[in-house]
């Protein structure tokens, strides 16, 4: 019997998973008196595991380490770091009243990935594994982007005194962030394009009558 093995690149996706109820902790119980702290270190838990995502695809294609399992599980930790990320972020009061925005576009990530992750279980049992694609890989990028943006823009305003809070509060206060704005509508359309495209490309393996 065989020994179940795993490489480097498949430890990076492995430690991305790990690194998930971190980034959700640290987020949920940093109090709000310690805010910049809490969306500094936040953020840096994200560049990490956004660091490993890239270098874990690059190791495999360099040193032909590219299995079935790391096609599988890089995508899904993706997944699991970005929707977390913007759950917590959702749930900070800095960008209150844009809360009805975030929340449509996190809907639609929902969806998309639900949905995306269902064609690859049903693909698969055709023996067939649907690795990232480069609309997919660019979503992703501009997903991170969004949340990377959206915990360090109130920082980057405070420290040059233009963020409009006021004492004791930590209420981003009628402000629309454009950076954030920016991201997060790249982010939506490109989650929207790249789920159409996953399914146009395998509208081959789909059939009703199966």
Not at 56 to 71: C, E, S, W
């Amino acid at each position: 019997m065989s020994k179940f093995k795993l490489n480097l690149p498949n430890y990076l996706t492995l430690f991305r998973f790990f690194m998930v109820p971190v980034l959700i902790l640290e987020m949920y119980f940093i109090p709000d008196s310690h805010w910049i702290v809490r969306n500094c270190v936040a953020a840096g838990i994200f560049l990490i595991c956004s660091l490993t995502d890239l270098f874990d695809g690059k190791i495999a294609r360099k040193y032909n380490l590219i299995t079935d399992f790391g096609k599988f599980l890089d995508p899904l930790a993706d997944k699991f770091i970005v929707i977390s990320a913007m759950t917590m972020i959702f749930y900070l009061d800095f960008y209150k009243h844009l809360r009805s925005f975030f929340v449509f576009v996190f809907i639609v990530v929902m969806l998309r990935e639900f949905a995306v992750t269902g064609l690859r279980l049903l693909i698969s049992n055709k023996g067939v594994v649907l690795p990232a694609k480069p609309l997919g890989k660019i979503k992703t990028a501009l997903q991170m982007t969004f949340i990377m943006t959206a915990l360090l823009e109130p920082v980057i305003y405070r420290c040059f005194g233009i963020l409009p809070c006021i004492e004791g509060s930590t209420e981003f206060l009628s402000v629309y962030p454009p950076l954030t704005l920016l991201t997060m509508a790249g982010a939506f359309v490109f989650t929207l394009w790249s789920g159409i495209d996953y399914f146009v490309s395998c509208g081959s393996y789909i059939d009703p009558e199966k």
